[in-house]
């Protein structure tokens, strides 16, 4: 009976199989054959910044008291994998992008990097004292709540100058932006503020804010730019942008609140959606033309 020493192929051959990994778990498995694919894998692993493509969504559970271990759960295979992540020590995981974690530290400064944690690599953006109001909104808001949304034009390096990282931040809920290396976040001017989700869809930021839908212009005069009108809504509806088979989608989330004889604890519960496109129509202002878009629920 033949026997294979797996510990005994080429490093160049076991890179090449390490590099055609696309799935999270298969990489953290990889390291676990034997002490050399350990090794190979954790020096590959740290030059990692492409995008893992998992094959369903993967929850990242944090560590309990026994074990200072996170957990990579895959609901696809309904397993969880042990992940050692040293950089989340004293920071906040506020958001996710493509297999990226955007942390915030709890002290002073109030650091903010991408965090990849399969490869530990970890790019540092501005720190959250450089928006352009943090001073009085870090007395006013838990860390953990001040940046709600976090979104990226594309995959964080030191080397890719077009990365954009565009958030929504603070209890007034602004749209902010800063690429790696940036000392500072820059702020959209806006009339409005609340803004509730972000999306980069076909090389552009949109939010959608309280009566409409914005483009986020960040050129030499960093603004916004109203994109559609929305309807009027109610109380207990939530709005965010999707995009599906290649379309830019407004999602209304319908909930009923809970628990209401006892303000200390208020529960929602959701009732339904309803989705709606951007339609197309020219309306006149001053005497001429002006394209616009409103968001149309007949679809």
Not at 28 to 56: D, H, M, N, Y
Not at 144 to 173: D, G, Q, R, W
């Given at each position: 009976?033949?026997y294979?020493?797996?510990s005994?192929?080429?490093?160049?051959l076991?890179e090449?199989?390490?590099d055609e990994?696309?799935?999270?778990?298969?990489?953290i498995?990889?390291?676990?054959?034997c002490?050399?694919?350990?090794?190979?894998?954790?020096?590959?692993r740290q030059?990692v910044f492409?995008?893992?493509?998992?094959?369903s969504?993967?929850?990242?559970?944090?560590?309990?008291?026994d074990?200072?271990a996170?957990?990579?759960?895959d609901?696809?295979?309904?397993?969880?994998y042990k992940?050692?992540?040293?950089a989340m020590?004293?920071?906040?995981?506020?958001n996710?992008?493509?297999g990226w974690l955007?942390?915030?530290n709890?002290?002073?400064?109030?650091?903010i990097?991408c965090?990849n944690?399969?490869s530990?690599?970890?790019i540092d953006l501005?720190p959250?004292?450089?928006?352009?109001?943090?001073?009085?909104?870090?007395?006013e808001?838990?860390?953990?709540a001040?940046?709600?949304k976090?979104?990226?034009?594309s995959?964080?390096?030191?080397?890719?100058?077009?990365c954009?990282?565009?958030v929504?931040h603070s209890?007034?809920?602004k749209?902010a932006?800063?690429?790696?290396g940036?000392k500072?976040?820059?702020?959209l001017?806006?009339?409005?503020i609340q803004?509730?989700?972000?999306?980069?869809?076909?090389d552009?930021?949109?939010?959608?804010?309280?009566?409409?839908v914005?483009?986020?212009?960040?050129?030499?005069?960093?603004?916004v730019?109203p994109f559609?009108l929305?309807?009027?809504?109610g109380?207990y509806q939530?709005?965010?942008?999707?995009?599906?088979s290649?379309?830019l989608?407004?999602?209304?989330?319908?909930?009923?609140?809970?628990?209401?004889?006892d303000?200390?604890k208020?529960?929602?519960?959701t009732?339904?959606?309803?989705?709606?496109?951007p339609?197309?129509?020219?309306r006149k202002?001053?005497?001429?033309?002006?394209?616009?878009?409103?968001i149309d629920?007949n679809?």
């Amino acid at each position: 009976m033949s026997y294979t020493d797996w510990s005994k192929l080429p490093k160049e051959l076991i890179e090449l199989i390490f590099d055609e990994l696309q799935h999270a778990g298969d990489i953290i498995r990889f390291g676990t054959v034997c002490r050399f694919w350990g090794l190979v894998a954790l020096e590959a692993r740290q030059q990692v910044f492409k995008p893992l493509r998992p094959l369903s969504p993967m929850l990242l559970l944090p560590p309990n008291k026994d074990d200072e271990a996170h957990k990579l759960y895959d609901f696809f295979k309904k397993k969880a994998y042990k992940l050692q992540i040293p950089a989340m020590r004293d920071k906040w995981c506020c958001n996710s992008w493509n297999g990226w974690l955007i942390t915030i530290n709890h002290t002073f400064p109030y650091e903010i990097c991408c965090l990849n944690p399969i490869s530990g690599v970890q790019i540092d953006l501005p720190p959250a004292i450089t928006f352009e109001d943090s001073p009085p909104d870090l007395d006013e808001t838990p860390i953990e709540a001040f940046l709600n949304k976090v979104v990226l034009s594309s995959t964080p390096s030191p080397s890719n100058a077009n990365c954009v990282i565009m958030v929504i931040h603070s209890n007034y809920n602004k749209l902010a932006f800063c690429k790696p290396g940036d000392k500072r976040w820059i702020t959209l001017k806006s009339e409005d503020i609340q803004y509730k989700d972000l999306l980069y869809y076909k090389d552009n930021f949109y939010a959608v804010g309280r009566s409409k839908v914005v483009q986020c212009d960040i050129g030499d005069d960093p603004r916004v730019i109203p994109f559609a009108l929305l309807p009027k809504m109610g109380y207990y509806q939530y709005r965010y942008l999707v995009e599906s088979s290649d379309c830019l989608l407004y999602v209304l989330r319908y909930m009923d609140l809970k628990d209401q004889e006892d303000p200390l604890k208020l529960r929602y519960e959701t009732t339904g959606f309803k989705w709606g496109l951007p339609s197309y129509y020219v309306r006149k202002v001053f005497g001429t033309q002006k394209p616009n878009y409103v968001i149309d629920f007949n679809v």
